[in-house]
């Protein structure tokens, strides 16, 4: 994976997620153009956590059974398709049905970090994931910067429209510059792989960091969700492209927080972990100023989106590290846990504030980040024993100790007579 390579999947990434989270900052002006009450604007971004939810679970294993580089080209077409039908709608139900599609094949996420992850040697992976995975995090905070620019223009519609080029054009830019992947095990068909995600729930790591993630990406979605609500009212009464603006503050810390993979590489994933769940607990107390001090309010911006984004690399390289041959069957299981947390706090803000103000809606954020923080201090306190697979930094190590000659091996095999025997049949013999 060079850092070309890297920076391309980054991109994808960035444009795939942003169709999802890109009408957080115009809810308002989005909802009455289509005829959606204020109370339940929510659900403009829920609806499309709920077709990612869809995506995780019956799209996701794809990338165990086929070339990851054409499932990408075709996801962000699928994704162009659905931005497409969204800037046209004339009523709510064709937005939400657009957004439904963008959000299901916006799973080319998942496979884009599964194909950096499985191209990258053992002890480059953590850093691959996390540049790659922080193009995620400039989709979802960079959309409000644009979005909000754009729509005070040429109106909201405009930023789909804008996303729609975007993915196709980036859709062949992969066909040409990605190389095909090898499939480590072409045995494997959709159904058995599918099936497949579901044992993984029942294994102890991906409880415990699905967990974590789902109460992370609540408070996320408390946040950015129900932000533009109260900016957009007295005393504040900011505009669309200023309420935009606090992506950037966003942006800051989730670059600063690239460097989480290389503390994973390093083994310091899991209390990394639990530093990064303290700090957003404390982020809420600086978010919550916000009825009377903005700059208070960018801090716990950039202090939030710093221990989101350590906290997500940290959870991914543990989980690949241990299930090397089902890398994308284990992240679309994990991601479960984020679109549902991601789903709840984007439901749930808009009505808290409508009922309780912005106190309210920080308590709900304070809240959902100390379950997070409960869950990893439990899982650090029951013997490592009650687990069907090794959960932590020991059980990561591991299990790359056990697969590191696997990964560079190539997983072509050949019926042909005289054929070589790859490397691990002649390791069984």
Known sequence: MGAGRRLLLAVVCGVAVAGIYAAQPVLEPMGRDLGVSAELAGWIVAIGQFGYLAGLLLLVPLGDVVDRRRLVAVHLVIVAVGMILTAT????????????????????????VAYAASVSPPAERGRSIGVVTSGVVVGILGARVVTGALAEVWGWRSVYAVLAVLSLGLAALVLVVLPSEERCDPSAGYRQVVVSVGGLFGQRILLTRGLIAFFLFASFGTLWSGLSLPLADAPWQLSESRI?????????GALGAARAGRWADAGRAVPVTGLALTLLILSWAAIAQLPWSLWLLVVGIVLLDFAVQAVHVSNQHLLTAVRPDRVSSVIGGYMVFYALGSALGAAATTALVTAHGWTGSSLLGAGFAACALAVWAIDRLLPRGSARLPSGEAGTHQARKRTEGADRVSCR???TPGSPVPQRQRQRD
């Open 89 to 112: 709608a004339s009523a709510a139900w064709v937005a939400f049905v657009g957004l439904a599609v963008a959000g299901a094949f916006a799973v080319v996420v998942q496979t884009a």
């Open 413 to 415: 095999t050949s019926s």
């Open 244 to 252: 935009g603006l606090f992506g950037i503050a966003g942006l800051a």
